[in-house]
């Protein structure tokens, strides 16, 4: 959220938002940003937690990866949003 609010107080400050057409296509972009930044953080959180897990039971399972993945985008998607 802090990079979010950092790009959008830039663009406020170049007066890039006295156009209002410019304004939702800036606010919409950049919320793009962000929703794909956490899409890319909970999926490589989630590859990783399932490395260590198996690194230490010695049991690769690949349907946990599955899950723990889209469990993990869904949350950091939803996080995002709110």
Do not use: K, P, W, Y
Request: overall charge neutral.
């Amino acid at each position: 959220e802090m990079t979010l609010a950092s790009r959008l107080s830039t663009h406020a400050n170049l007066g890039h938002f006295d156009d209002r057409g410019l304004f939702f296509r800036i606010a919409m972009g950049n919320l793009a940003v962000v929703q794909c930044q956490a899409a890319v953080v909970g999926c490589l959180a989630a590859v990783v937690a399932c490395c260590l897990n198996a690194l230490t039971t010695g049991v690769f399972r690949s349907e946990h990866i599955l899950l723990m993945t889209s469990a993990a985008v869904a949350a950091a998607s939803a996080a995002s949003l709110l």
